[in-house]
């Protein structure tokens, strides 16, 4: 069984700043790409960013130069860093990793239960 929990969340103003968290624990071999989504009120789900094994990254235009995805290999860890929060930015953040284990050696897509952030005006 793989886990992914996520933490971080919380409310926080405008222009203010977050640090998200994401943990994969259980039967793991590998982790291929982490990335982070998020789901706003009535809208869906959509890619924030991601980074690769190599540790190449793309965000989404609505983030760039205001979030930074990164990645600690040896903690099975993502970390997306959340500066200049505005309201728009307010959603359920999810994790999304790509991981081979005893049982899926191809590779699966397993997702955290979500952290809610808040961006008050």
Do not use: H
């Not at 983030?63 to 040896?74: A, H, L, P």
């Amino acid at each position: 069984q793989v886990q992914l929990v996520e933490s971080g969340g919380g409310l926080v103003q405008v222009g203010g700043s977050l640090r998200l968290s994401c943990a994969a624990s259980g039967s793991i071999f590998t982790i291929y790409s982490m990335a982070w989504y998020r789901q706003a009120p009535e809208k869906q789900r959509e890619l924030v960013a991601r980074i690769t094994t190599g540790g190449s990254t793309n965000y989404a235009d609505s983030v760039k130069g205001r979030f930074t995805i990164s990645r600690d290999n040896g903690k099975n860890t993502a970390y997306l860093q959340m500066n200049s929060l505005k309201p728009e930015d307010t959603a359920v953040y999810y994790c999304n990793f790509v991981i081979t284990t005893p049982k899926t050696p191809t590779g699966m897509d397993y997702w955290g239960k979500g952290t809610l952030v808040t961006v008050s005006s």
